[in-house]
């Protein structure tokens, strides 16, 4: 009898372990399986899910917004926000289209960077060394970015007049070994940023002012450069992803970029680095970026409108949030309200 409570007890604790390890894994490790359950799903609903030229164009597609997400993840890291990410893409899509007809693309480009960048240490400055809130002052940024934009543009959209005289369309349409530049330009910056934020000093200290600002700065660590070199991080992505728009379509709207700050803090946060600062992977950020990419191109191929995205990316930021506050507590629910 004694046994057979035993073995009951003991059958009843596994079940209780196997749900609480199970609940476990799906909180910190929710981000592969739902990707996981997207392919699946988009694969049964369309069998031109899994063509290779459509995984292709996918990646290719989503490579801009994954280059500007990059950049954001060591800012969300470091415990703040950077709403102004899609203002300045425009900014640097315009710049650099208008300064190549003007001055070549070889001083085009530097000279890009260079703005975009300048922007990027102001904003860095007004974040970690007056230690102004980052909300406040990216959300404001968003507008006066866009309004040198306007400004730089007169309110006109930028072309370039030889589109097929220059070299200048190679980062954005050419392949090399039939792989588009472009994702080649993502996979690399992703390698590299990869390989800082997880093996370096630096990104060390991302880690520790993003979990602990107070704890990081008595420990000795300069909390305020950190956080502005995370946007000066962030500015240099952006420049990146405003050259290759540039360069795909020769030609721009003053106002490309405007609402991608909203899909780059979903692909973000969606690849489990926490608004609270102190977790997050750019290889997770990666597969934030390419769930959103794949979950577009459902959509279209299922027959949906493409305005149910904007629904669907609703539910996926509130599926990440959620999951995010999960992997903290360590439990999918809790019973207390």
């Known amino acids: 009898m004694t046994s057979r409570r035993e073995s009951a007890s003991g059958g009843k604790g596994t079940g209780r372990f196997s749900l609480a390890g199970a609940g476990q894994v799906l909180a910190k490790q929710g981000i592969l399986v739902a990707f996981a359950l997207f392919m699946i799903g988009f694969t049964i609903a369309n069998e031109r899910f899994l063509d290779p030229d459509n995984i292709m164009g996918v990646v290719r597609s989503s490579a801009i917004l994954g280059v500007m997400a990059l950049g954001v993840t060591f800012v969300v ?40 960048l300048c922007l990027g240490a102001f904003i860095g400055f007004l974040v970690g060394y007056l230690k102004l809130n980052s909300l406040i002052v990216t959300l404001g940024m968003l507008s006066a970015i866009h309004g040198l934009t306007l400004t730089y543009s007169g309110g006109k959209n930028m072309d370039i007049a030889d589109k097929e005289g220059t070299w200048f369309s190679v980062f954005g349409q050419s392949d090399i070994m039939g792989i588009p530049v472009t994702i080649l330009i ?23 002012v993003g979990g602990n600002g107070t704890a990081a700065t008595f420990s000795g660590i300069r909390r305020a450069r950190v956080v502005f070199c995370c946007y000066l991080i962030s500015a240099s992505c952006v420049a990146t992803a405003g050259l290759i728009q540039a360069s795909r379509s020769l030609g721009s709207q003053n106002t490309v970029g405007q609402g991608l700050e909203l899909e780059v803090l979903a692909a973000v ?66 019973p207390i309200a």
């Open 186 to 208: 993502f996979a690399l910056l992703a390698s590299f940023l990869g390989i800082v934020l997880a093996k370096t000093p630096f990104g060390r200290k991302v880690y520790a």
């Open 77 to 116: 890291i470091s415990g703040h926000l950077d709403l102004s990410v899609g203002s300045m893409m425009s900014f640097a899509t315009i710049v650099v289209l208008d300064l190549h007809d003007k001055i070549g693309p070889a001083l085009a480009i530097p000279t890009m960077y260079g703005m975009v």
């Open 269 to 334: 946060i969606l690849g489990g680095a926490s608004l609270l600062g102190g977790s997050g992977t750019i290889f997770k950020t990666v597969i934030g970026v390419l769930i959103l990419g794949f979950i577009q191109n459902g959509l279209l191929l299922v027959g949906l409108q493409f305005y149910v995205q904007y629904v669907v990316t609703w539910i996926i930021i509130i599926l990440a949030v959620w999951l995010d506050i999960a992997a903290k507590r360590g439990k999918l629910w809790s």
